[in-house]
């Protein structure tokens, strides 16, 4: 610890006292009900990282917090019920029990800790269908393809309930397409369930696809966290910037981020007559009503510039329109914008209107990439 305060490097401390330097000098806040990914290149401290959060590996020096209670404080006592209640892990290999039945297995975590059996069961069983496996609970795993083995272990992990999900490279020794398919199945938990997930990846793409921010790690360090729109934006080295070169921002990038908004060809609408003058240069304008809500698109080609009050302007309302909302993934409005005559309105959930993506803004953001 002298040596690293002093400056040293990890192979300077590794040649002179033969230790290795996993994590050093790392400090982060993860919210609650995010998923925070942690990557780096192979040797770069981020599996070290995991299981310092559950003293799985016990830090030299620092602290871990959870929810304000120091972990690195606690007995064994203490730090098993944590480990029972609060944190589960999900690892890369399956660690699947041969000898007993997916519904076993899934309540394994729960028989160790004394649940009795039906209510463990019953737990189990519960998820077992939040993964999609609720008809598998009496096959054994030889039975079940490798995605089907990692439902599993997620579910064994999500039986328990915990607080935090910790995930060490939990979807690494998947095949590509069930990889995809095993993300997929996370970013959905995690919009029904909102658990706070840490989860450790090498795979730029993975980390780009479910996580909320990223924090980046080399030789020990923390060298940059950040959503990928920011650390795309703005890396905070070289090391970074390599590390997203060549990266698909229509990846990256969701339909609010490029939305542009112009009053121009905004029309209020408040349920009374309202006129409002057209422009040649914004051949459609957008009807929003007092809240902000996007009421429809209207074609304003034919106004030539004179007033037009609204019995005139509900005429001019295209039917039908399109509209995306603004946490779509760039690259799945790419045909919807380049199909569409006029600029595509993008809303929220909730229907409040954040701008617009034209042709030529689709088109400028695509040519950074």
Do not use: W
Request: aromatic share 6%.
């Amino acid at each position: 610890m002298e040596m690293l305060n002093k400056g040293a490097s990890k192979d300077e401390i590794f040649e002179e006292t033969g230790q290795a330097v996993g994590v050093f000098d790392a400090s982060f806040s993860v919210n609650r009900g995010e998923i925070f990914v942690i990557m780096g290149l192979s040797g770069s401290g981020k599996s070290t990282m995991v299981r310092l959060l559950n003293r799985l590996i016990e830090p030299t020096a620092g602290t871990i917090q959870l929810n304000g209670r120091e972990i690195t404080g606690l007995s064994d006592t203490e730090l098993l019920q944590v480990r029972r209640k609060d944190m589960s892990m999900v690892f890369q290999s399956f660690a699947l029990m041969p000898h007993m039945t997916v519904l076993e297995n899934a309540a394994f975590g729960l028989s160790v800790s004394g649940v009795g059996e039906q209510e463990r069961h019953a737990r189990a069983a519960d998820a077992l269908a939040q993964v999609g496996l609720g008809e598998h609970g009496a096959s054994y795993p030889h039975q079940l393809s490798g995605g089907m083995q990692q439902r599993v272990g997620l579910a064994r992990a999500l039986a328990n309930d915990p607080t935090i999900l910790l995930m060490d490279e939990a979807f690494s020794a998947l095949d590509p397409l069930i990889r995809q398919e095993m993300q997929g199945e996370l970013i959905r938990l995690q919009q029904e369930q909102e658990r706070t997930i840490i989860f450790i990846s090498h795979d730029l793409e993975e980390a780009i696809r479910i996580g909320d921010r990223i924090a980046i790690m080399e030789g020990g360090r923390i060298v940059q966290i950040g959503t990928p729109k920011e650390i795309l934006n703005n890396p905070a080295d070289d090391y970074v910037a390599t590390f997203f070169k060549g990266v698909d921002v229509s990846k990256v990038l969701k339909a609010g981020d490029i939305a542009e908004k112009h009053t121009d060809n905004l029309i209020t609408v408040n349920g009374s007559v309202h006129p409002f003058t057209a422009s040649t240069e914004t051949p459609y304008s957008y009807l929003i009503d007092e809240q902000g809500l996007l009421q429809g698109v209207v074609s304003t080609k034919g106004c030539n510039g004179n007033n037009t009050d609204m019995q005139a302007l509900q005429a001019l309302r295209i039917n039908g329109h399109h509209s995306i909302y603004h946490d779509t993934p760039l690259h799945e409005v790419l045909d919807t914008v380049a199909n569409t005559p006029y600029p595509i309105p993008v809303v929220d959930r909730d229907g409040l209107f954040h701008g617009t993506i034209s042709r030529s803004r689709l088109l400028q953001t695509l040519s950074h990439s």
